[in-house]
């Protein structure tokens, strides 16, 4: 599966998960490195780097925001290989 469609279906499954949330796709023109996609829901927010497979390399800076962003709210490396684990471990941080 390419990365594209893998995030299509990303997209609709963060939709189900979390009723009413706003994702964003980001422009990685704008500023290197950072996360492909923003999810915000109610006062909760969370970026997610979206890779066709746990090979697939992560171009410059994209670790650096990971951890950032981490810090600051959630933040993750997500593919099909470790979907479940990410959204599980990002239920955990939306939780009230």
Do not use: H
């Not at 189900?16 to 109610?42: A, E, H, M, S």
């Amino acid at each position: 599966m390419t990365e594209s469609a893998y995030q299509a279906k990303l997209i609709k499954k963060l939709k189900d998960l979390f009723p009413g949330c706003v994702v964003l796709k980001n422009d990685p023109q704008y500023q290197q490195g950072i996360l492909d996609l923003t999810i915000f829901w109610r006062k909760c927010w969370a970026m997610l780097e979206v890779k066709a497979s746990p090979k697939a390399l992560a171009r410059p800076n994209q670790e650096f925001y990971a951890a950032l962003l981490n810090k600051m709210s959630f933040a993750a490396f997500i593919y099909p290989e470790n979907e479940e684990e990410v959204l599980r471990a990002l239920q955990e941080a939306f939780a009230p």
